[in-house]
């Protein structure tokens, strides 16, 4: 049913894998008070590192190793999502306030070379690809796959002004990026001078590897997509609990994923589409006159409840 479990820490998983999030799960779904929450977490590690603890507990993440044809073998993450991803955010700010520093004209050679090596050890958790070809490694769901991948290779987040024209879901990961930034990663950096800078280096030095490594997880593979699905139903991210719209978006698309339902796949994932960025009383309300719609009946049909 399941691989034995591994003990494995954050950087090593996103080091070694093709990650994705399948397309039936939710978008990032973590507000202010779970942003927080990590926050106070990384902020606990750091300090911690620094007396000579320097392991958090991120919990456990549940994955089935699935082949894709743009990938090749790549790991679904079927319960960790929020969790990847905001990692995966605290990592582009430390690349990106890098960056900054080496070219805020105060770095010296060394410093500005040590700077650089860090931009590509991030750089390397965060992008996969080459000649031109680059993706994010961790690859969300379709509703926030193209600012998600946008954000990952260029570290430029959506502006205030636009940011209402996209989903819920997508703003989420702008504030969370914004958030993170702003109060983990700016603070340990000082552009005014050259000493400034080499310390900075230093702080942000420090602060990644005992991310990449102090972060630990426990990893459970699924042997099969069903026992993938299964568990899922049961699972919950960490203060976010799963709606109702969730769980039936979960066993429709789950029931019609294979060759031989593609085409009932696509229509349920459209019948599903508009309800993504509404609230869940919204949802329920739509939800309970959709099976007269000869889309929904197809999605639906096989489900067992």
Not at 98 to 117: D, F, H, N, R, V
Not at 170 to 175: A, E, H, L, N, T
Not at 244 to 250: E, N, P, Q, S
Request: proline share 3%; net charge neutral; hydrophobic share 40%.
């Amino acid at each position: 049913m399941f691989k034995p479990p591994m003990k494995l820490a954050m950087g090593k998983l996103l080091s070694e894998s093709k990650l994705a999030i399948p397309i039936y799960q939710r978008g990032y779904a973590w507000e202010d008070e779970h942003i927080e929450a990590f926050i106070g977490d990384i902020s606990d590690l750091w300090r911690s590192a620094a007396s000579g603890h320097a392991y958090h507990f991120l919990g456990t993440m549940l994955c089935h190793s699935v082949m894709k044809e743009a990938y090749g073998q790549t790991l679904e993450i079927i319960d960790g999502q929020q969790r990847l991803t905001t990692t995966s955010l605290l990592i582009l700010a430390i690349r990106e306030a890098a960056k900054t520093l080496a070219q805020s004209g105060q770095a010296e050679k060394k410093t500005e070379a040590g700077l650089l090596k860090l931009v590509t050890k991030c750089q390397g958790l965060l992008v996969t690809g080459r000649d031109g070809h680059e993706v994010a490694k961790l690859t969300l769901n379709e509703q926030d796959s193209r600012e998600w991948n946008d954000l990952i290779l260029t570290g430029c987040g959506v502006k205030a002004p636009d940011l209402h024209n996209l989903g819920a879901s997508v703003q989420r990961i702008m504030g969370a990026f914004e958030r993170v930034q702003a109060e983990l990663v700016w603070p340990l950096i000082d552009v005014k001078t050259a000493s400034g800078v080499a310390d900075s280096l230093e702080r942000l030095e420090f602060c990644f590897e005992h991310t990449i490594n102090g972060l630990i997880i426990i990893l459970v593979e699924a042997d099969s997509e069903k026992d993938m699905f299964e568990l899922f139903m049961v699972i919950n991210d960490r203060g976010k609990p799963l709606s109702a719209l969730d769980l039936v978006r979960t066993a429709t698309l789950s029931r019609l994923k294979g060759p031989k339902s593609k085409e009932e796949f696509e229509e349920a994932k459209a019948e599903f589409k508009p309800l993504l960025t509404v609230e869940d009383d919204t949802c329920r309300k739509a939800l309970a006159g959709r099976p007269n719609n000869r889309k929904s009946r197809v999605a639906l049909k096989s489900m067992r409840w």
